[in-house]
Structure formats: C-alpha cells, structure tokens
C-alpha cells in the first residue's frame, strides 16, 4: 500500500506500416487475422518507469501534466515533459545543499501513505533514478515512436 506511480510507453502498430509486428502482436494475444477481419492496427504497452513513493516527482506530474488534479488516472506526458521534469530533477540535484531550491522546485508533498517529505537521501535517490530512467528514454531510439502516459495508484 501507498505511493505507486508508473510511467508507460504505447506504442501504434499498423498492419500497413508494420506488419511483421502487427502479426506478432495478434500471435500474442492469441488471435488470427481471420478472427479480426476488419482490424488493422495495435498498440504495444510497456510499463518504462516505475517509482513508489517518489511524492515530489508525483506532485511534479499533477502539477504540470494533470492540470493540479490527483485522481490515479492515466494522462498523456510529452516528451518535452520528460525532459523539463529531468532538468528540474538536475537543478535541485545540483543544488543538493541547498533545501530551498528542492521545497522550491520539486516539493514534497503529503498524501496517503505517499512516504516521508524530508529533504534527505531518499529524496534525492529518488530524483537520481528520475534522472537516469528519463535520460535512458529519451536517448534511446528504442523508444522512439512512443507515447507515454503517467499513472499513479495509492
């Protein structure tokens, strides 16, 4: 129980564009094109990201992805906002020594079993595997050509 929070990756497969894939996918899921006659495209889902109890990242995504509504729904997250939650994360890693800078930037936050809101060495590791897990994202052609989508559950 308490704060989990997910980031998921989607990405479209057409059976014009992608048909090895598109096959692949309705081997999978264990149907034929047969059985699908008028279907011509998917969507591959892939958990990217997992957190639990990060809370200033959490709040991060409310605030800036979820209109400042906390709801456990899933909403759409633009790489552009991958980048500027990594660079926030940096900037308050950077200024490690500085408390102000991280209540500033990325405060922790309360809520139901959401973990502690000190500024310590759980805050900042968890602001560390941001950084890491969104660099390797958005380095990584791999994930070129997803869509991804932020989910918290508690």
């Known amino acids: 129980m308490g704060l989990d929070m997910y980031l998921e990756g989607r990405k479209f497969v057409s059976a014009y564009t992608d048909e090895v894939t ?5 081997t999978m899921m264990g149907v034929s094109k047969a059985e ?5 495209y998917g969507t591959l889902s892939l958990e990217v990201m997992y957190w639990r109890k990060v809370n200033s990242v ?10 400042g509504v906390d709801n456990c729904e899933t909403y ?3 790489r552009d906002k991958l980048n500027e939650l990594m660079e926030v994360c940096k900037r308050v890693v950077d200024k490690k ?12 936050t309360t809520g ?3 973990g502690g809101t000190d500024y310590d060495e759980y805050y ?31």
Request: aromatic share 18%; no cysteine; net charge negative.
């Open 22 to 26: 598109y096959q692949e996918l309705t």
């Open 97 to 108: 020594d500085d408390t102000d800078v991280a209540h500033e930037l990325l405060p922790a």
């Open 36 to 40: 699908l006659p008028h279907s011509n």
């Open 58 to 67: 959490h709040n991060w995504f409310v605030n800036n992805v979820q209109d």
């Open 124 to 154: 900042y590791e968890g602001l560390l595997d941001t950084i890491e897990g969104i660099e390797r994202i958005l380095k990584n052609p791999a994930f070129d050509g997803m869509d991804f989508y932020y989910q918290s559950s508690w």
């Open 76 to 78: 759409h997250v633009s």
């Open 112 to 114: 139901f079993f959401f």
